[in-house]
């Protein structure tokens, strides 16, 4: 399983961006759950936003609640994280994640529920 993220950069507070998380070997559709977690240097990383059942279920940070849109697109195999009204505390890398048939389940944004991790991208809002 790969995944590979994109579409991060620099932009400045109440701008928007719109992450991608590219997947192989790894089949998105509506058995799939998938998330979006970030970490800001000396953090912890945390959850962001999830999906399952092709995206009948959703989920969010309180943080980003109403601002942050997740999304998947199955022939394609990739998800997508939709961001508008950027805030600075809004950095860190962001980390595409994946989960497999394997491992305990602890919640749709708990780190430890996914098996399966990208490299990031770095998003910055200034």
């Known amino acids: 399983v790969q995944l590979v993220e994109s579409g991060g950069g620099s932009v400045q507070a109440g701008g928007s961006l719109r992450l991608s998380c590219a997947a192989s070997?790894?089949?998105?559709?509506?058995?799939?759950?998938m998330a979006w977690f970030r970490q800001a240097p000396g953090k912890e990383r945390e959850g962001v936003a999830a999906l399952q059942a092709g995206g009948v279920y959703t989920y969010y940070a309180d943080s980003v609640k109403g601002r942050f849109t997740i999304s998947q697109d199955n022939p394609k195999a990739f998800m997508y994280l939709q961001m508008n009204s950027l805030k600075p505390e809004d950095t860190a890398m962001y980390y595409c994640?994946?989960?497999?048939?394997?491992?305990?389940?602890?919640?749709?944004?708990?780190?430890?529920?996914?098996?399966?991790w990208g490299q990031g991208t770095q998003v910055t809002v200034s």
């Open positions: 994640a994946a989960r497999g048939d394997r491992g305990a389940w602890y919640g749709p944004l708990e780190k430890a529920s996914y098996n399966y």
């Open positions: 070997k790894y089949t998105v559709d509506t058995r799939s759950t």
